[in-house]
């Protein structure tokens, strides 16, 4: 969010709305759209190998089917919540969710892969200018004194959007519903969308800030081009045969980088508003968070990515039976995020810490389950692991802000929020391709690979997430002691 307050007070610098007319269904809008949202995000994994099937998409383009979405989601975050201020923030809502049930729409209705991923990325981009909407509007429509239970709700709405995607993901896919198939997924959508629409326009009020910021539409095309030049080779290189314009994108995206870090630079001396604040990296407690969280969203996309590939082509699963297998390492996530931010207030990094040591339990489990079972890999066998996967990263995912934010200063507690949000989705589109990029190499012609062939793949690349885990459980130690609870609200 790129407008903070503290609870029980205006957003600062913000022109408050009139009033809320009805709070509990203005609520009820915003929580509709958040889950619309979650559960796309969610169910897509199941379907991936669906739609590889369906269109003969290839390799890289079922990596973009994920990192579609979340790419531009990551590079216009900061920007949608700017728009809101400047715009309003009911207005850039409602776009918003009519942008994601149109974007849904053509999803469904693709017929090729390239209109998939453009509907994909479109959605990608609504998203971005919906999400950073629903707090600030929390915020001015729920009082003050109901507010906590409000922020709870909409964690709720969360956990459970996170637990119903990959299961009604997988039922909707393989139900194959009036013959849609993967397309039922993002057709859900419409009603939903439609009817958070009609009631966004019904029930919120308007409000922007007095003191909005320039958009740094600057910086959001040199980041595009940087992790364009980075993500295209990883998800292309191997399966063209690594044609020389993937080593040279991948040697220019350095110098990308360094461009989008000078312009930051140059935005932030002017006193302008960067998309990311690069001040705050001076400091090692907020560049560890940081890498926490854009660790943690790699490691969550490429383990999904993966896994479900391995279940439904290495293991014949059907998209129902595969959303099972996630179904424990949901509820793990969903049930452990509701404790966190208390556990974290009271024990600080200790709860991280614990929780990370449960993340490497759970993908050992994991891991030593596949190795055993193979071909025989049944459902309840992979309870234990994942449930135990889920729950560290709950227990790490969900604090990990509030924690850093202790070392942080209390009025770059709103930058902060926007940069950790911006890299946790940066990871998450990384992470498809990094994680996809190896499982394909190791697993060489996919039209040949036996379940061997997928086994050996996905055992490979979950010793690569456990390495992924170990990193971060390092980063931890670089975290301050206590809760940061005072911190964590201005961003809040």
Do not use: K
Not at 263 to 289: D, K, M, N, Y
Not at 333 to 352: D, E, K, M, W
Not at 418 to 446: E, K, P
Not at 467 to 475: E, G, N, Y
Request: net charge positive; glycine share 12%; hydrophobic share 55%.
């Amino acid at each position: 969010m790129s407008a903070t307050s503290r609870p029980g007070a205006a957003p600062a610098g913000q022109e408050a709305a009139s009033g809320p007319r009805h709070p509990l269904r203005a609520l009820a809008v915003v929580l509709l759209a958040t889950f619309m949202n979650q559960f796309d995000v969610m169910g897509v994994n199941v379907a991936v190998p669906e739609i590889q099937r369906d269109l003969g998409a290839g390799e890289a383009t079922a990596q973009w089917v994920l990192a579609g979405y979340a790419l531009p989601f990551a590079l216009l975050l900061v920007t949608g919540g700017r728009l809101g201020d400047l715009a309003g923030r009911r207005r850039v809502f409602l776009a918003g969710t009519v942008g994601f049930t149109l974007a849904s729409a053509l999803a469904g209705a693709a017929g090729t892969v390239p209109l998939l991923v453009l509907a994909r990325v479109l959605q990608g981009i609504s998203a971005a200018m919906m999400g950073p909407q629903v707090l600030t509007v929390l915020q001015l429509t729920v009082p003050p004194a109901r507010r906590g239970p409000a922020m709870g709700l909409y964690a709720a709405v969360i956990g459970l959007a996170s637990v119903a995607g990959p299961v009604l993901g997988g039922v909707l896919v393989q139900a194959d519903l009036f013959g849609w198939g993967w397309r039922s997924l993002f057709l859900v959508n419409i009603p939903v969308g439609l009817l958070a629409v009609v009631g966004g326009l019904r029930h919120l009020d308007e409000s922007r800030a007095a003191d909005g910021r320039r958009l740094d539409l600057g910086g959001v095309a040199l980041a595009a081009v940087a992790l364009l030049l980075f993500l295209c080779p990883l998800t292309y290189g191997r399966e063209l045969g690594w044609p020389w314009w993937a080593w040279a994108a991948l040697a220019a995206s350095a110098p990308a980088l360094w461009l989008l870090v000078t312009h930051q630079r140059r935005r932030e001396r002017a006193g302008g508003a960067p998309l990311i604040a690069l001040h705050l990296f001076s400091g090692r407690v907020f560049t560890a968070g940081v890498l926490v969280t854009f660790n943690l969203a790699a490691l969550m996309t490429g383990f999904f990515f993966v896994f479900v590939l391995f279940l439904q082509h290495g293991l014949d699963f059907g998209p129902q039976r595969a959303g099972q297998c996630l179904l424990p390492w949901a509820l793990g996530t969903a049930l452990s995020s509701f404790l966190a931010i208390p556990l974290a207030r009271r024990h600080g990094r200790r709860v991280l810490i614990a929780g990370c040591l449960a993340a490497v339990a759970g993908v050992v489990l994991v891991t030593v389950t596949v190795a055993v079972a193979g071909r025989s890999l049944s459902v309840p066998a992979l309870v234990p692991g994942l449930l135990l996967f889920g729950v560290g990263v709950g227990l790490v995912s969900t604090p990990v802000l509030n924690v850093t934010l202790s070392g942080v200063a209390h009025a770059d507690a709103g930058s902060a929020s926007g940069v950790f949000s911006t890299f946790r989705q940066a990871g998450a589109a990384v992470g498809v391709a990094v994680t996809g990029g190896v499982f394909y190499a190791l697993l060489g012609d996919t039209a040949a690979a036996s379940a061997a062939d997928y086994e050996n793949a996905v055992l490979v690349t979950m010793l690569l997430q456990l390495a992924v885990v170990l990193v971060t459980l390092a980063l931890l130690f670089l975290l301050p002691r206590g809760s940061g609870s005072a911190a964590a609200e201005d961003a809040h």
